[in-house]
């Protein structure tokens, strides 16, 4: 298994930012990531340096994997999320849109979170179940450099928490190598991430990284072992929903060779939805492929 | 145990519609209820007369409740929901925001599923699991008398699969005696209700009624066993996520005195979202009570 | 012609609303309105009594005009809106969205403004254009009831400024006499009604309306002397622009033979927008009908 | 007068992209551009190339500003927008949103039209104004590079009618030299840029770039003669509204001295929107200079 440690942080995911490590299809890496903030928090007391870095999302790599040319996809089996300093990090820094209903005197509170029994401490009173999830994860765009903010076709700061342990993330590769960026790993995150900052840990990420040649994709795809996802992004959220739904569906119709009508009224009934940050509206729809082959079986 | 047998339907949550049975605050109903369709979809080859009833979800009741008042709200719990005639019906009517990505081009199929063995049979090779869920169900504003299509503060058509059996819906009281009118009920339903037909069930649901006294709310609210839940509605999308979360919130400060930053956080970590009819964005807020109650016990 | 002195307010455009008033197509009736505070403010230190009304944008009427049937339209010509105290009232009584951007430390303040010399003056040293519109009219629908302050296809709290003097507003007919209502009027609004509260005014409104027959809309249009408009609302307002400019290419299609795709790109070089209150997404599209005239004469 | 001929086009507005030309604060530069389509489409037959051009809005520049950094404004003043062929295309492409309203059968056809007598050819029989505007222009930030697709605080492709002779653009310098970039220009444009496809043109625009050291501005901003306006960007449309008149808001009360609540109840009275392409939600809010100078001379 070859390492990454952590190294350059990147707050662009870019075909200018030169390989940090080079796999081969089929390798698995264990990369170091920073948290969030920059690793700027890690005990009470500790702010923030915004002057020192205005950015958010810190990304390790980027991982050029041999091979890989635009119009293919990367299979990013995802093995195993480790919290690398045992704590996460969570703070409410703004009221957003929610200040129109509790109004804007926010108590401002810096909660450093032992990470240890499989739970995540948010008080001593009350751990809640560590859901490890990769926050920000994406391949270079052939035009056009996003931050590590806005999510997109490529992927990036899409805080999904279905990127986890024990599934696998399908991204377009749109240059040479993929270049593959990672990094704003969460311990836990709720559907919304509401506050925009979910439990925001260092973390060693366990992947192994496929590559499926020509495999056009224009957003990303998840499975779990039960469930096929389909990633939209992008306000109004409505809109989102319908994207999501509707990759989903032309996937069941070509995995499957559900019909696509088929499909729609199928995901009526039994779809999900999971919603990263509700500011920007990134929704993942989901199935159980389960329902999607028997359905497809009726002929 | 009262009955309130198959009636007048009625297709607007209206101060005008008669009371159909009076109940006592405590008492259980049992109410049969006509699907979406007005009943005429029962087998293959019928279709829906939209001459001869163009409206949608009708309504059984109202039930008037001794003694409710405006200000007051109703706890209806849901003890039971069953298949009335033993089968559910769907279909595809229409793209929607989806023909942008699908293509328009329909092919329009009725499904008459079976209710049987605690599923729904979408085809005889697939069963999914019975999750009966109302529809529609509100209780009759004071000023304006919504028709059974949109949802908002007094209920009506939120789509939100929590409103089930052993869970408990709060909702507003505007007029002497509540006028509470419920239907639509489906057999089951996705997030997002995407084609805009779940499975659509005459049904018989087994409510007890209980009357809160002095309880203003400015939205519905559910409790299960396990969680609080509330409902927001209304485009865009994102705006009902931050609505339902912010009245979640509240109800966390006010029922358990988390103060509600803190409660704002904790949502972030663990709250999570329930998605009713995508087209008009009505979003149900989620949280587990033991994580409410740890959290304000830690002071 | 015909008088309708200020008699019984109604907030809801309603069936049930017995009318005011009876006159026969092609007839003029001249409408005493309320101001959307009931009339509660007319001079400095005077508040809204919330407990006494808490409804806001009181209706005249209803008119029946004789023959109206489901599925005709009525062709509402605004000949002329006078300011019937001579004067208009603003505040603001709320963030709304912008508390996000400009704080929630409002400083309320009543302004009571003359209108005279074709001003309203905003204060002593500002006149702003006598710009006078309707804010809310409205037929009632055949099932539900709205209130006065959604818009919707039977018109409603549109807040449009195109409905103004000079001008014909078409809107459907639901019920047998169509039972016109109006109300709300202002002395000038802009674009988004920005905090809610435009100049509002109790007034002398002058129309003609005349019916026509087997005329059915899917929401309401309207016609200056030199453009046609029509009007869709509901959140995400980009699909209010959407539905609104679809209405009217349909319309244009229908009108002139500018065949649809043709009528798109038209609308692309040369249509405008206006924009009734933000919080609700209505949506006015525009062209002028010299161009449409002209575009379909090239065959 | 500096001259920037047609060189090498750019589909990101980068910090990565070489300076074409560097000029002082005050200099007057001619700069030419190319079309949306990259040139592609000259007369009737012509079709836009994808393979070899995937991307759209070239971009002309980068040009650097002496003594420009990161925190100051660039004042542009547009003195003329020409058409540098005598023509400027147009087509429909795809049903967008519409879709769902028009059908999905779309007859495409190109339009070459000619600039002539001050107007825009549409068809041998109607020429609408010749209304020229800067589609897309910004300024390279200092993190992340976008494509010449969306608007955002660095400009961009806002397609705001109002970027246009006689008026001065303001936008945000984040990086040494500013870094300028502009192309995409249509002959006119309509209120939402329905189609996504507006007049589109190779021009010759002249500017005289001036700059203003520290002044940090979060968005663009516009002045002409008679108007101050505040550009905001993003979905859904109605928070751009919002934070577009936010931003006007705080600059009247910034610039002027007009305490912000009564800014925001003047907008509510007289100011306007303008709506860049609706898919986006760029949205202009506007109002007269001469109001809010009346509007903060009463004390």
């Known amino acids: 298994m070859k390492e990454l440690k952590l190294g350059t942080l990147y707050y662009e995911i870019s075909r200018h930012n030169p390989p940090a490590l080079t796999i081969q299809p089929g390798e698995t890496v264990s990369v170091e990531t920073e948290d969030a ?4 928090i890690r005990k009470d007391g500790d702010v923030q340096d915004t002057e020192r870095m205005p950015y958010a999302n810190p990304q390790s790599g980027p991982i050029y994997v041999e091979g890989a040319e635009g119009g293919d996809a990367l299979a990013i089996h995802i093995e195993r999320i480790e ?25 401002k509170e810096t909660r450093i979170c032992p990470v240890k029994d499989e739970k995540v401490w948010w008080s001593p009173q009350l751990g809640i179940p560590y859901a490890p999830m990769i926050g920000t994860i994406g391949t270079a765009p052939a035009m056009g450099a996003p931050t590590t903010m806005p999510p997109g076709p490529h992927g ?3 805080d999904i928490k279905e990127v986890t342990e024990g599934n696998t993330l399908y991204l377009p590769v749109y240059v040479p190598g993929a270049l593959l960026h990672l990094g704003d790993v969460h311990a ?22 496929d590559l499926v040649k020509d495999k056009a994709m ?14 939209a992004t992008g306000s109004p959220m409505e809109l989102s929903v319908a994207r999501a739904y509707a990759d989903l569906i032309l996937w069941m119709e070509e995995e499957y060779g559900l019909p696509r009508w088929q499909g729609y009224n199928l995901c009526t009934q039994v779809g999900t939805t999971s919603v990263g940050y509700y500011g920007v509206g990134t929704v993942a729809a989901k199935i159980r492929s389960e329902y999607v082959e028997a359905a497809a079986a009726q002929g």
């Open 37 to 40: 903030f920059s690793g700027h």
């Open 218 to 231: 224009d957003r990303p795809r998840i499975r779990s072992p039960q469930e096929m996802m389909a990633v």
């Open 156 to 158: 990036g700061n899409m």
């Open 83 to 107: 919290a690398r300093l045992g704590l996460a990090v969570t703070m409410v820094t703004g009221a957003g849109r929610l200040g129109e209903y509790l109004g804007m005197d926010i108590a």
């Open 188 to 209: 836990a995150q709720g559907d919304g991430e509401l506050c925009g900052v979910a439990m925001e840990m260092a973390a060693t990420v366990t992947i192994k990284v």
